[in-house]
């Protein structure tokens, strides 16, 4: 029901899958109501710059979620941290990020989460705050559907995924976010690519940093990857993971219901423009306690703190 933030700094090293550069992160406890703001430092002629992590401040969304400013500066392939932070349930931090991208680990948010879990998160003393879903909103790109509906309560995904490959074929993933069912059944799921594709992206200046240590490689008959899969619906999974943490870019957790046909990142930029386009779509709510008499941990309907203008 509080706002969180980490309970110390935490620092983590590594480099971009699409620019190769090696990157340097700092996440920082934050004070509350701060939220998620990345920190870009390193910028030419020493400058740097805060960019607030939130929707209106999306740049691209090929292959990867890229948030800048009005001045030009840049950070992308946040989406595993955010959603490492949004899985966890984690409200404020500082994220100070020394190059343009951050760094693509083992291609899922699993060593994000081990580096918070080694530090722990800290209860503040702020309520939070929640965007709840007041109508159905639908955005359609091709093939692909990206829906957010009204729910009682909490935040559940239903990803479905249909690719040419018999590697891949129809998978479905669902799943209601909790930090530890997040952990268990997301947190390792890797990002992945087609071999046939490499070629391709290399000359756009795309996936320089890529390799089978970050990225499950799917062959024409079979995963390249020696280890094989990590689950064997491990790519819808993935496809979650990443919807977690672009939606995370609401600037609070969603109260409502992620319906999605073959999701990408300009898909999940496209549902929350659509969301925060329509006044009477959602209401921005404070979460509040029962009295003491009704039992410790119970939870009242959130009351509102930015109701929608319904004229």
């Known amino acids: 029901m509080k706002q969180t933030t980490l309970a110390d700094q935490v620092v983590i090293e590594g480099i971009g899958v699409h620019s190769g550069k090696p990157a340097r992160v700092v996440l920082h406890p934050a004070e509350a109501n701060a939220g998620i703001t990345f920190l870009r430092t390193n910028l030419p002629n020493g400058r740097e710059r805060l960019i607030e992590a939130r929707s209106h401040a999306v740049r691209d969304t090929q292959l990867c979620t890229v948030i800048g400013d ?13 959603s490492a932070l949004a899985g966890l349930g984690i409200d404020n931090v500082l994220v100070e990020v020394d190059g343009p991208e951050m760094p693509i680990l083992d291609g899922s948010s699993r060593l994000f989460v081990d580096a918070i879990d080694q530090v722990g998160i800290r209860t503040l003393f702020a309520s939070r705050k929640v965007v709840k879903v007041l109508k159905p909103v639908k955005v359609e790109l091709g093939n692909s559907v990206v829906e957010l509906l009204p729910r009682a309560e909490g935040f559940r995904l239903d990803v479905e995924i249909a690719f040419d490959s018999k590697v891949i074929g129809r998978q479905t993933y669902g799943f209601e976010l909790d930090a530890q069912r997040y952990r268990r059944e997301i947190a390792s799921a890797r990002t992945f690519g087609f071999m046939r594709d490499v070629e391709k992206l290399w000359k756009a200046g795309l996936a320089l940093g890529a390799s089978l240590e970050n990225t499950i490689a799917v062959g024409e008959d079979a995963v390249v990857n020696p280890e094989g899969l990590r689950y064997p619906n491990e790519f819808a999974r993935h496809k979650l993971l990443d919807a977690i943490g672009d939606l995370a870019l609401a600037g609070h ?17 496209m549902i929350l423009d659509a969301l925060f386009a329509d006044r009477s779509a959602y209401a921005i709510v404070e979460t ?5 008499r009704a039992g410790i941990g119970e939870m009242l309907q959130p009351q509102a703190a930015f109701a929608p203008d319904l004229s």
Request: charged residues 15%; glycine residues 8%.
């Open 253 to 269: 957790v969603l109260q409502g219901h992620y319906r999605a046909f073959c999701p990408g990142h300009k898909l999940n930029a």
């Open 70 to 82: 009005n001045a030009g500066a840049t950070i992308s392939t946040i989406e595993h941290l955010m």
């Open 288 to 292: 509040a306690r029962r009295p003491a």
